[in-house]
């Protein structure tokens, strides 16, 4: 087993606090995403700590397919079965409209129903990968994680992103190194009516997008307008000759009828720029 207060003893406060919030519980469930964050807090418990560990992934038309197919290939890599939890996301009006607070609203519900799961799997806890960073910037989802009783211990042991991403290439998991990921939704503007379809499209071009080499991604809706945001050293790769025409007729075949690269490159909650 690697001892890692040895391999990173500046961390060795965080760690060790970790290891004490999550001491006393013995049937842990993990709100799961295969992102950096919860899925070292999944090995941390499971592999580290040797707990029993139910990770849940909530599946619904906000989630894309990549998101799918990595949760279920890192819930496999840590060694633990991936329970689906279905969500109908399109059923509630506050989603479909895509409300400025739609992230508090889809939070609560997905929450609702991984708890009733985790209960069925006799859990002591729910726990979601939230980290000491993500006090930062605009996140209504937050205070869905407090009215639900969902406990955050990797932002409780004072852990960053950074601090995760040290501690699970030690830990050798694939997603030491993974791009932030967000939902579909936060593709499209607020106050723009979300369907199965619109998302699917977004979905189906950040995978083509994704194929050519793009490390970060983002296919951002401005009507019949697609505007590609990605990381500044995959710009090269969309401009190169060939992959240009192809970028443009894969964005138009899914209905786009315009087709712009921002030079500003990948930002996290661009959308939310305007709420601050």
């Not at 941390?44 to 799918?68: C, I, N, P, T």
């Not at 840590?78 to 689906?84: K, Q, S, Y």
């Not at 699970?168 to 579909?184: E, F, G, K, V, Y």
């Not at 994704?210 to 090269?236: F, M, N």
Request: neutral net charge; hydrophobic residues 45%; contains cysteine.
């Amino acid at each position: 087993m690697i001892d890692l207060v040895s391999a990173l003893p500046a961390l060795e406060a965080k760690i060790r606090r970790l290891s004490a919030l999550l001491a006393p519980c013995d049937r842990i469930g993990i709100a799961f995403s295969g992102g950096v964050d919860s899925s070292l807090l999944a090995w941390f418990a499971h592999a580290w700590l040797k707990k029993k560990v139910f990770v849940f992934f909530a599946e619904s038309g906000f989630a894309s397919g990549s998101d799918r197919r990595n949760a279920a290939r890192v819930a496999e890599e840590i060694g633990l079965p991936l329970e689906i939890v279905p969500v109908d996301v399109f059923s509630i009006e506050a989603l479909r409209d895509n409300h400025p607070r739609r992230c508090y609203f889809c939070k609560k519900e997905m929450l609702s129903r991984i708890r009733m799961k985790a209960a069925e799997s006799g859990c002591d806890i729910l726990f979601d990968g939230s980290h000491a960073g993500d006090a930062l910037g605009y996140r209504p989802g937050k205070q869905a994680l407090e009215e639900s009783g969902v406990v955050s211990p990797l932002a409780e042991a004072g852990l960053d992103k950074d601090d995760i991403r040290r501690i699970s290439r030690i830990a050798r998991l694939s997603t030491w190194d993974r791009p932030t990921q967000s939902c579909l939704a936060t593709r499209i503007p607020y106050g723009v009516r979300l369907t199965a379809e619109l998302l699917s499209a977004v979905d189906r071009g950040e995978d083509f997008l994704r194929t050519l080499g793009c490390a970060q991604v983002r296919v951002r809706v401005h009507g019949e307008l697609a505007r590609i945001e990605v990381d500044p050293p995959s710009l090269h790769v969309i401009m190169r000759d060939g992959n240009r025409t192809e970028v443009i007729r894969v964005i138009k075949a899914l209905g786009f009828k315009f087709v712009t690269v921002d030079l500003a490159g990948f930002r996290s909650g661009s959308w939310d720029e305007d709420l601050h």
